[in-house]
């Protein structure tokens, strides 16, 4: 999306108010990252991820 958006990874950082690390980190697929950050990121794109409920299927 940043790409698309033809923004630099500073420019990213500076928009969102993260920094520039956690981009670069969030980019190179870091499995460990602050989610309220990664939205810092996402609602500049007007998106969000968040906690969805599991359907249970079946009893275990």
């Known amino acids: ?13 500076e928009k969102s108010g993260v920094g520039l690390r ?10 460990t990252l602050r989610l309220d950050k990664v939205n810092q990121i996402l609602n500049l794109f007007g998106a969000e991820v968040g906690v969805v409920p599991m359907t249970k299927t079946d009893d275990r």
Request: net charge positive; hydrophobic share 30%; charged share 35%.
């Open 22 to 31: 956690f981009v670069r980190e969030l980019e190179q697929g870091k499995p």
């Open 1 to 13: 999306m940043r790409k698309q958006h033809r923004l630099t990874q500073v420019e990213l950082s």
